[in-house]
């Protein structure tokens, strides 16, 4: 049985391209069923579009950096609705509270770019090369109502290479991002994390 994956982004969507890439191509035993955005013009709804997986823009209310909490209950139901049964965050920029995260224990995750726990929040990147750190990388972990707080489930390094700016850092951690996402959803898929 296929498992029935709901994801959200704010962005252009290349994880989320990685992830549907790997399950056209049989590599995952899993099928996206819904794919939501805070951000109207996201590159990630278009994507979605292309590969007719259905897609929408959900008005985020008043807040910055979170859902307004009767929103967060809709895309809550709405991801039941769909039989979700794994929230994938790729690229979504706003932290989730109780009406999400309660609706989905264990089964909420999210892709950082760095090493967690260290270069929480934003341009991890950034903070990597500012911090002079030789190496570097992404992670895959559980979400909580924390910022990038969650349990680890996986990681991988990239080195930070000499002449690197933020630019090249950031799509070398991309070019991981995009081999360990999918693995880790395919893990989940297979039942093998609880
Ligand atoms: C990725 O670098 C991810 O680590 C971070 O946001 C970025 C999303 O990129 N959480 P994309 O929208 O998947 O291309």
Redesign the pocket.
């Known amino acids: 049985m296929a498992l029935k994956i709901g994801v959200l982004?704010?962005?252009?969507?290349?994880?989320?391209v990685a992830i549907a890439d790997a399950i056209a191509a049989g590599q995952i035993p899993a099928e996206v069923v819904l794919v939501l955005s805070d951000v109207p013009d996201a590159?990630?709804l278009a994507q979605a579009i292309q590969r007719r997986i259905p897609a929408r823009y959900v008005e985020p209310g008043k807040f910055k950096t979170r859902f307004e909490p009767h929103v967060e209950e809709r895309v809550a139901a709405a991801l039941r609705d769909a039989g979700v049964e794994l929230v994938v965050?790729?690229?979504?920029m706003r932290m989730l509270r109780a009406p999400l995260l309660d609706a989905f224990p264990r089964r909420v995750i999210?892709?950082?770019?760095s090493l967690l726990p260290k270069h929480r929040g934003l341009a991890a990147w950034k903070q990597a090369l500012d911090a002079g750190d030789a190496v570097s990388g992404?992670t895959v972990h559980f979400v909580d109502s924390g910022m990038d707080t969650g349990e680890i489930i996986a990681q991988a390094e990239v080195p930070v290479l000499p002449g690197d700016t933020p630019e090249t850092l950031?799509a070398r951690?991309?070019v991981a991002?995009h081999r360990l996402y999918p693995e880790v959803v395919a893990r989940f898929a297979r039942g093998e994390i609880g």
Do not use: R, V
Not at 9 to 16: A, V
């Open positions: 982004g704010s962005g252009k969507g290349s994880n989320f590159g990630i965050l790729a690229g979504f999210n892709i950082h770019p992404c950031h951690i991309q991002e």
